[in-house]
């Protein structure tokens, strides 16, 4: 099944073209590995499939995106990023929010949870998903710009997982965490891939050999090459796939 | 300075002239209480009013305005912090007073403004006078919220409104130091109130709509008179250095909630 479809996809900023007639599909319950050259346009792919790109004035969209068939621009744009997270490369707590605040307030301002106890009762339950319960349970008031970055980014996942959502766009999501922290945030999204479809924007080819079960090679702005994980590393069919994974192409 | 040139009236009777509401330097009545009520009084509600009025400006030309118009419309609000204060005094004068009269006997329905010129004149021409520059302050806090706050924001799931106030709440300390300066302004603005306030020295009344006195527009007003009488300038000086006190005091409250709220 596909979850997620952008078909003839086009953005650009001001005048600047950066996505240029895309087409990727995304199956369901699986991690695609969105990979490419810096500057090839992951990220605002991704900002495209929440619609977080209406928060750039100059960026304009154009072609369409699907989720479970139906147009994202059609779906309200709040029920939508509730259904579709994100984390980001910089991890992006709210830093003058308490660490629980963080993973509530998409909750409260959705009125997800019927009553305190339950919203409390999510909190502890998304927090412990992204291993983070035990190492803040005793300062949950502590605001979220004093934790590490690595604990900074767990929370970012918490705050994403509270939502249940359908899709987790992971962009660059240990670009800057240490290795106990990467493997941390690796072994949950392989977990997490039960329960959603994850699109995760990496520079490692080795992450991606790790733990996606497709491949998606993004160059210029256009979907170069898509293929299961282990194709798209032994046999590329596209010549620059073949360069960007065996190292030659940045 | 103060002290020195206020020591002749504390050395005849003490703190006593802050607890009295009669200013009459012919009968040797030197209170201040009334000028200190209309002080409070006025700035309270200038601010109260202001607050508002700056958060509505900051935040619509951040978030409405195309980026083109923004430091225009920044420029022009910020400009009229800068006009010389008597221009507001005469517009308050000739303008908002007798408007404000209208308008609140028509709503009343009865003379319960009896006068143009008045303490609520006078609180909302300060209103008006001190939201340029809370607004300065914070729209210059607000533009600062980075972009990944506000995806962060955008990204659970939050409308325009929620946003708005959760970027407020992130510059919570511009918000504070947009307060304090302007409740500063406020309390030490001393021309324009003066010419609308109505010059009230003689009785205590926490009525807005009837004519008052603030400690600075009591020392502007009065500062021509006070020489022929001897405990008149050194009243004056008592009553300028409580403003001068009330001041240091914002000051450092501003100081220190500022630095608590620092992003
Ligand atoms: N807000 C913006 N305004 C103008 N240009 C932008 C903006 N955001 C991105 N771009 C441009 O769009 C192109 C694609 O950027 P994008 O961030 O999507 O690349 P990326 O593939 O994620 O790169 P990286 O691997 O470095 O993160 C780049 O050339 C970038 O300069
Ligand atoms: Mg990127």
């Known amino acids: ?250 | 300075m103060f002290f020195i040139k206020a020591y002749p009236i504390f050395a005849r009777e003490g703190f006593a002239m802050f607890l009295q509401t009669e200013w009459d330097p012919g009968a040797q009545k030197y209170g201040v209480l009334q000028a200190l009520v209309g002080t409070m009084l006025t700035s309270v509600v200038a601010i109260a009013l202001a607050m508002p009025m700056a958060i509505g400006v900051a935040v619509t030309i951040n978030e409405v305005l195309p980026s083109r118009l923004r430091t225009i419309f920044g420029s022009l609000v910020d400009l009229t912090a800068t006009m010389p204060t008597v221009l507001f005094g005469l517009w308050g004068f000739y303008v908002l007073g007798p408007f404000l009269q209208n308008a609140v006997n028509t709503l009343a329905g009865g003379a319960v403004m009896t006068s143009p010129s008045t303490l609520f004149t006078a609180s909302v021409l300060l209103a008006i006078m001190v939201t340029p520059y809370a607004a300065a302050v914070i729209r210059e806090g607000y533009a600062l919220v980075p972009k990944a706050v506000e995806e962060a924001i955008y990204g659970v799931g939050a409308t325009r409104l929620e946003a708005v106030l959760l970027k407020l709440r992130y510059v919570i300390s511009y918000v504070l130091g947009g307060f304090f300066l302007a409740l500063g302004r406020a309390m030490g603005e001393t021309v324009a109130v003066a010419m609308v306030v109505g010059g009230n020295y003689a009785h205590l009344t926490t009525n807005l709509f009837q004519s008052g006195i603030t400690i600075s527009s009591l020392i502007a007003l009065q500062f021509g008179n006070a020489r022929f009488y001897t405990y008149a300038e050194p009243a004056l000086f008592a009553a300028a250095l409580l403003l001068a006190i009330f001041g240091i005091a914002i000051n450092t409250a501003a100081i220190y909630l500022i630095q608590k709220w620092q992003p």
Not at chain 1, 110 to 133: D, G, P, S
Not at chain 1, 180 to 188: F, H, Q, V
Not at chain 1, 199 to 212: C, D, E, K, N
């Open chain 1, 1 to 250: 099944m596909t979850k997620l479809e952008a078909k003839n996809l086009q953005v650009s900023f001001g005048n600047v073209a950066v996505i240029t007639g895309l087409n990727l599909s995304i199956p369901e319950g699986s991690i695609t590995a969105l990979m490419g050259p810096s500057g090839s346009g992951k990220s605002t792919l991704l900002r495209v499939f929440n619609r977080l790109i209406e928060l750039y004035p100059e960026a304009h969209v154009g072609g369409y995106v699907y989720l479970d068939g139906q147009d994202i621009f059609e779906i309200d744009v709040i029920e939508l990023r509730r259904r579709v997270q994100m984390i980001f490369q910089i991890p992006n707590p709210i830093p003058n929010l308490s660490i629980f605040e963080n993973v509530a307030l998409g909750l409260k301002l959705n009125r997800l949870a019927k009553n305190r106890k339950e919203l409390y009762q999510r909190v502890k339950t998304a927090l412990e998903k992204a291993q983070l319960w035990d190492e803040v349970k005793d300062r949950l008031n502590a605001p979220a710009g004093k934790l590490s970055g690595g604990q900074q980014q767990r929370l970012c996942v918490a705050r994403s997982l509270a939502f249940e959502p359908e899709v987790l766009l992971a962009d660059e999501p240990t670009a800057n965490l240490d290795p106990e922290n990467t493997a941390k945030i690796e072994a949950l999204l392989l977990d997490l891939k039960k329960e959603m479809t994850i699109v995760l924007v990496t520079h490692f080819p080795q992450q991606a050999a790790r733990i996606s079960d497709y491949v998606a090679f993004l160059y210029k702005g256009q979907i170069v090459e898509r293929g299961p994980t282990k194709d798209i590393f032994t046999k590329p069919r596209h010549e620059l796939t073949e360069k960007y994974v065996t190292g030659r192409l940045y």
